[in-house]
């Protein structure tokens, strides 16, 4: 669901699946479609790690409509993001279980 950081918009289907995160087992994932859509905004550069669902088996998303790849050992995707307004979109077929944003550190 949209938090106070991200806002999802289009189609928010939501797949029941367990995912194991730094030792936290999330229950649902964000399904990825051609509608879905989410945004956020950050005030500073940031590292940004989109955790992929237990049921993915690819490991891509469109960051600003760039098309970026994950790991596929980790499941997930890392990316330095400045400063601004941002959107995530459809790839390919996943599922989002989590988004990590930390403050870059130099």
Do not use: W
Not at 55 to 80: P, R, V
Request: net charge neutral; hydrophobic share 30%; with cysteine.
């Amino acid at each position: 669901p949209s938090s106070s950081v991200f806002k999802v918009t289009g189609t928010g289907n939501y797949r029941t699946e367990d995912t194991l995160i730094d030792g936290v087992t999330y229950k649902k994932s964000l399904k990825m479609e051609s509608s879905t859509n989410v945004s956020f905004t950050t005030s500073a550069a940031m590292k940004m790690t989109v955790y992929f669902g237990s049921s993915s088996t690819k490991y891509t998303l469109k960051y600003d409509a760039e098309k970026k790849t994950g790991d596929s050992t980790t499941k997930s995707l890392t990316l330095d993001v400045e400063a601004g307004s941002h959107t995530l979109t459809k790839a390919d077929q996943c599922t989002i279980a989590l988004i990590k944003l930390e403050p870059v550190t130099e």
